[in-house]
T-cell receptor
């Protein structure tokens, strides 16, 4: 069964450093998403991406965040200058849309620890 | 904020049906009801969704009341592996995609 994969599984970085979280969505999906979950808190929507542009973003997704689909398979989330409060699990998800289904399939997550 | 209300926790005996309720009294006509679950900090897992008709798949059944103000997720024969946080989410489809707003969900504990 196809699945969303994410790398790395755990990333430790120092405050102020840039990080790039990588995701490989399900191959025939068209819509891509990033969510995050701070330890012990709710899963929060960050951004959705379709046709090489952002469809929607939350208040959390400020200028420090960016997303990119650099090639036909990867979908990345970049945090330019990490802060302590960016420590969280980051989940990538993808969905197929009208033709292939609206349900979102999530990856296993990347645990980001900012020290 | 999430537009749904769920009990914080429920217990179920292994092999019995688990019935998880959800209130969404302010749901709009074009909003779907989605159910996801999260097993111990893994990525959320899609279970089922519906608009107004009852739905069934290999994982679960979704019963939506006629006025659409509440729904129930039914796991017909719960197993220990069904222990998870279950999220009921209402979301509109925007040109083919949906944004999921997660609440706190219901922690379902399935016991032997």
């Amino acid at each position: 069964e196809p699945e969303v994969t994410q790398t790395p599984s755990h990333q430790v970085t120092q405050m102020g450093q840039e990080v790039i979280l990588r995701c490989v969505p399900i191959s025939n999906h068209l819509y891509f998403y990033w969510y995050r979950q701070i330890l012990g808190q709710k899963v929060e929507f960050l951004v959705s991406f379709y046709n090489n542009e952002i469809s929607e973003k939350s208040e959390i997704f400020d200028d420090q965040f960016s997303v990119e689909r650099p090639d036909g398979s990867n979908f990345t989330l970049k945090i330019r200058s990490t802060k302590l409060e960016d420590s969280a699990m980051y989940f990538c998800a993808s969905s197929g849309g009208r033709l292939r289904g609206y349900e979102q399939y999530f990856g296993p997550g990347t645990r980001l620890t900012v020290t | 904020d999430a537009k749904t209300t769920q009990p914080p926790s429920m217990d179920c005996a292994e092999g019995r049906a688990a019935n998880l309720p959800c209130n969404h009294s302010t749901i709009s006509g074009n909003e779907y009801v989605y159910w996801y679950r999260q097993i111990h900090s893994q990525g959320p897992q899609y279970i089922i969704h519906g608009l107004k008709n009852n739905e069934t798949n290999e994982m679960a059944s979704l019963i939506i009341t006629e006025d659409r103000k509440s729904s129930t997720l039914i796991l017909p024969h719960a197993t220990l592996r069904d222990t998870a946080v279950y999220y009921c989410i209402v979301s509109v489809l925007n040109s083919g995609y949906s944004t999921l707003t997660f609440g706190k969900g219901t922690m379902l504990l399935v016991s032997p």
